[in-house]
């Protein structure tokens, strides 16, 4: 594929985003920056956020993993569901209740100034490195199809990735990533969905043929009954579960679109609406890898390997650039280009609002001092995003998706403690050893998981590190607990 069409294509797609930006950033302020004055329509949110939550990740990955894991993937995505039933019907009206910016605020008004700051650190860490790792595969797949070709080298290339989000962000805010989500998860849909359409013509199936075969073929497995095995129903359901109410309920990012609702109810018909999406999106993105390997197979194709063994992730880039058609080339560009930057604008969007209101004070600042703070933190972490991508790819990894929810339960576990202790006891703690509590957990976590194989009878972790993680963070404060909380905290808490 041309260089030159596919940096036409990249700039054109930037352009409608420029222009999106130019039209919802007018007249704006902190409060369209934070929370786009309150006024986002829910159907809008919904439908935007199923970019946010799938990523570059789920468009190579998801699809790449098929034929290592079939369809076993469904059984998180069901876990998901349960997952956000309890971030909308008892996290959200707990951050409606407490008109908050910030979630993390909520941890300050329950334990105290330490374990606000530990929260808001957390979340900051976590989603640096997790949408770092979901840059760093759109940024290797465009280094592959463009870069490399004219020469750039990756550091620049992912540099003009990064600056081309800022550029669009640094004004509007969460006003204007409420509508380019909209548009990419748009895109990303039609991608899929094209690409689905496109394999099945070059297999001459029709749609009930495609179904069929789909459903006989060796990839359709979705359970898993062996307890021993890694993808074991009720270990992937119950993670699926806790990941959704930690990288939704308990991330600034997510909620921080849900909290741009006009009130509580519009919230929640989004989060519901929203779930039920999830799940038919994420049997497309199933159904495309399927297709695939079977595609491949028919067509006598041999699939990148490492080590004698397929590279998922290179799967469907490999396919599409190289053995599918011109246009089904650009449509897989198109999508991987929408549905990653999707979910990095609003990243930096998040990390800015967690560190402004969380570490700066935000809230004793004039306007004029507000926005200009604004526009140096947007710049620095856009500048650290960069830097863990290049360190990232340094380092790299065989499955991105299986890297990002082994980020997201070392680094999540500490919140999913901490909000837990606060929602289900009334127990104070000793806010200034939280800090410390916050760090052991996820060590002895590590080790418990690197060792669980030799003490628990062969038994090995998997994302369910979360929920250990979690549950020592959990034990630790209710070792820090103090007792109950007075009246007088009661009564603030509630307020």
Request: hydrophobic residues 50%; neutral net charge.
């Amino acid at each position: 594929m041309s260089p030159a069409l596919v940096l036409g294509l990249i700039a054109a797609y930037f352009l409608i985003l420029i222009f999106i930006s130019y039209l919802t950033s007018k007249n704006t302020d902190s409060d369209t920056f934070f929370l786009a004055n309150r006024q986002s329509p829910w159907y809008v949110v919904a439908f935007g956020m199923i970019g946010t939550t799938l990523s570059g990740v789920t468009f190579v990955s998801i699809p790449g993993m098929v034929q290592k894991a079939q369809f076993s993937y469904l059984q998180m995505v069901l876990g998901y569901v349960l997952g956000y039933f309890v971030v909308a019907t008892v996290l959200m009206p707990l951050y409606y209740r407490l008109n908050l910016v910030s979630i993390y605020t909520y941890l300050e008004q329950r334990f105290g100034y330490w374990s606000y700051k530990t929260g808001a650190a957390f979340f900051l860490l976590s989603r640096t490195l997790g949408a770092a790792i979901r840059l760093f595969l759109v940024a290797g797949v465009l280094q592959l199809a463009v870069f490399d070709e004219l020469g750039i080298p990756f550091s620049v290339s992912v540099f003009i990735t990064i600056a081309l989000i800022w550029v669009y962000t640094f004004r509007g805010g969460m006003k204007t990533i409420i509508w380019t989500d909209t548009f990419q998860t748009t895109a990303m849909l039609l991608a899929v969905g094209t690409s689905i359409w496109l394999i099945s013509e070059e297999l001459n199936f029709s749609f009930q043929e495609m179904v069929q075969t789909i459903q006989v073929s060796e990839y359709s497995q979705v359970f898993e009954w062996d307890v021993k095995e890694n993808d074991y129903f009720l270990k992937q359901f119950l993670s699926g579960a806790f990941i959704t109410i930690v990288m939704t309920g308990l991330d600034q990012d997510m909620m921080q679109k849900n909290l741009s609702c006009r009130n509580i109810g519009e919230a929640q018909k989004n989060m519901f609406w929203f779930s039920v999406i999830l799940v038919i999106v994420n049997i497309l993105f199933l159904s495309l890898g399927a297709l695939l390997y079977i595609y491949a197979s028919s067509k006598g194709i041999s699939l990148p390997t490492e080590g004698g063994k397929i590279v998922g992730d290179d799967v469907f880039p490999f396919l599409a650039l190289n053995h599918f058609s011109y246009f089904s080339g650009i449509v897989f560009l198109l999508g991987i280009i929408a549905i990653t930057y999707a979910s990095a604008d609003s990243a930096l969007t998040a990390l800015t609002t967690s560190f402004c209101v969380d570490f700066l004070n935000f809230r004793d600042k004039t306007e004029h001092a507000r926005v200009r703070t604004r526009y140096v933190v947007h710049l620095g972490f856009s500048l650290l995003m960069v830097l863990v991508i290049l360190i990232f790819n340094i380092l790299n990894s065989d499955n991105v998706i299986t890297a990002v929810f082994i980020v997201a339960g070392y680094t999540y576990g500490p919140l999913l403690g901490l909000y837990s202790f606060g929602l289900y006891t009334k127990r104070a703690v000793r806010d200034r050893f939280v800090p410390a509590v916050c760090i052991i957990a996820p060590l002895l976590t590590y080790v418990i998981s690197y060792n669980s194989k030799e003490w628990f009878w062969g038994y090995e972790f998997g994302f369910e590190v979360l929920l250990l993680n979690g549950f020592l963070t959990f034990t630790g404060l209710m070792g820090l607990s103090t007792g109950k909380m007075d009246d007088l905290e009661l009564a603030q808490e509630k307020a």
